[in-house]
């Protein structure tokens, strides 16, 4: 990780985020809920700008001397009843795993959660992303249950395991 920095998003990133959203996506073993079909450049830096603006949202990315090469995003519950809860997502590039992005991005996402008054983070991931569950679970974040045909993938209903951090 040395190698890497960590900061947050800019709109003109978008390019960059689209791009790396788009490849993730469409690697065969179907890690992300969307399916190559990621957002274009003009919705996603719509949506950074908005993030900027935003106390209740953050994207961060990861880049070191050839670009972004992973991306955080995080989000608080819109309800009031759940306004302490705050889901996340996370991907890295596939020629820049196991090098310990993953878990810095987690360890970005509890410091953001504590800034943020967010007691709670949570997650979905495909019971078959053995990686992502790995690490999770490697962190400290538990599995809460499944959640049966949630996800639409490829014209497929899929499950999703629920996993959560307690922010202390
Ligand atoms: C899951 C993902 C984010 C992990 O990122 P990463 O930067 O490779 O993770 P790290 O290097 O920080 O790994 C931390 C620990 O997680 C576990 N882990 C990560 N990848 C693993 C793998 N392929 N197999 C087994 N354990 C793994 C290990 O315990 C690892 O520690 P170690 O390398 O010291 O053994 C990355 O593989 C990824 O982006 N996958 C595609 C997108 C995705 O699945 N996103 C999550 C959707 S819910």
Redesign the pocket.
């Known amino acids: 990780m040395n190698t890497y920095t960590i900061r947050r998003a800019i709109p003109a990133d978008a390019a960059a985020l689209v791009e790396l959203g788009r490849a993730?996506s469409s690697?065969p073993e179907a890690?992300?809920i969307t399916e190559g079909d990621w957002r274009n450049v003009g919705e996603e830096r719509r949506y950074l700008r908005a993030v900027r603006r935003s106390p209740h949202a953050a994207v961060f990315v990861v880049e070191n001397g050839g670009g972004i090469v992973?991306r955080l995003s995080l989000a608080r519950d819109s309800h009031p009843a759940s306004a302490h809860v705050a889901d996340l997502?996370?991907?890295?590039a596939a020629g820049?795993?196991?090098?310990?992005?993953?878990?810095?991005l987690l360890e970005q996402a509890v410091a953001w959660a504590r800034e943020s008054g967010i007691e709670k983070l949570e997650?979905?991931?495909f019971p078959h992303?053995?990686?992502?569950i790995?690490?999770y679970e490697?962190f400290g974040f538990e599995r809460e249950g499944t959640r049966r045909n949630h996800f639409r993938r490829g014209g497929r209903l899929l499950d999703a395991v629920l996993m959560a951090y307690r922010v202390d």
């Open positions: 993730v690697e890690w992300l992973a997502g996370l991907m890295v820049h795993r196991r090098r310990g992005i993953g878990r810095s997650l979905h991931v992303n053995e990686p992502a790995k690490l490697q």
